[in-house]
């Protein structure tokens, strides 16, 4: 239920967009929707609440040995999916060339954005959970001291990771359009390419994570991440950043299945 009330925000987020042009109304349910399915997670789509409620689903739903493999296999998945997404953020611009006015206008995309959430509801009603422990039998298996402070110390790693990623995420394509005067035509295939290269990016963090351990593989990205970040701040041409954020976002996205098995 959780899952679907959030994929239900999505939809009714896609609707009031394809239907009205009053920006407190698009702020306001931006912000709403928001709350589920912020902009941090593998994709690109799946973050604040939808993203753990999933993790713990997939943790669920899979055995302990092939956890790393079923999140990987996820992050793949949501990768290539973001990466059409956004090729198709330039569609509009595209058939506008062609005076296809009545299908390149931006509503379009809010349209099939309530369509892919029409589909993904009948995929989550078709996913049964297993069956939940008693309240009693819950508390009897509290985490350690040990492995409590290892969760609060990645979960506070994290918090300021999300803090800080979350300003670029929220202005970059702003910055592009400011910094070298390009638009979502231009825009969209950087999305697209970044996108794909996370998918291919994810099985090297696997791989990385069996020989120096999930903490190091999680260290390094984000280290490389970061160096990647000022790059393509002090970049001087548009060429030069798209390479460097195109990097940038691999780098970031690689190590999340390692995070979340």
Same mark, same amino acid.
């Given at each position: ?92 611009? &595209?058939? +506008?060339?062609?005076?296809? *006015?009545?299908? !390149?206008?931006?509503?379009? @995309? $809010? #349209?099939?954005?309530?369509? /892919? ?38 979960? &506070?790693? +994290?918090?300021?990771?999300? *803090?800080?990623? !979350?300003?670029?995420?929220? @202005? $970059? #394509?702003?910055?592009?359009? /400011? ?83």
């Amino acid at each position: 239920p959780f899952l679907v009330a959030f994929t239900v925000l999505m939809l009714i987020w896609g609707a009031v967009f394809s239907f009205t042009t009053y920006l407190p109304v698009l702020i306001t349910i931006s912000v709403i929707s928001g709350i589920g399915r912020g902009g941090g997670g593998m994709g690109g789509g799946q973050a604040g609440p939808f993203a753990p409620a999933e993790s713990a689903l997939l943790a669920d739903l899979s055995h302990e040995s092939q956890r790393r493999r079923v999140f990987s296999w996820n992050g793949v998945a949501s990768s290539l999916l973001a990466a059409a997404g956004a090729a198709l953020a330039g569609l509009p611009v &595209l058939l +506008g060339r062609y005076h296809l *006015f009545l299908l !390149s206008s931006n509503e379009g @995309l $809010f #349209v099939l954005t309530m369509i /892919l959430a029409l589909v993904s509801l009948l995929i989550l009603f078709s996913v049964r959970e297993p069956p939940r422990k008693s309240r009693a039998e819950r508390q009897s298996r509290l985490l350690s001291r040990q492995s409590m402070r290892i969760v609060m110390y990645q979960s &506070l790693v +994290g918090a300021f990771n999300s *803090f800080g990623i !979350s300003f670029v995420n929220s @202005l $970059f #394509v702003v910055w592009l359009h /400011l910094r070298f005067g390009v638009g979502q035509e231009s825009i969209g295939p950087v999305m697209t390419a970044s996108y794909l290269l996370s998918a291919g990016s994810v099985w090297v963090a696997s791989v990385m994570a069996g020989r120096m351990g999930s903490v190091g593989t999680i260290v390094m990205t984000r280290i490389v991440a970061a160096a990647l970040m000022v790059a393509t701040a002090l970049s001087p041409f548009f060429w030069v950043a798209v390479l460097f954020q195109i990097l940038r976002t691999a780098a970031t996205m690689m190590a999340t299945p390692v995070r979340q098995s």
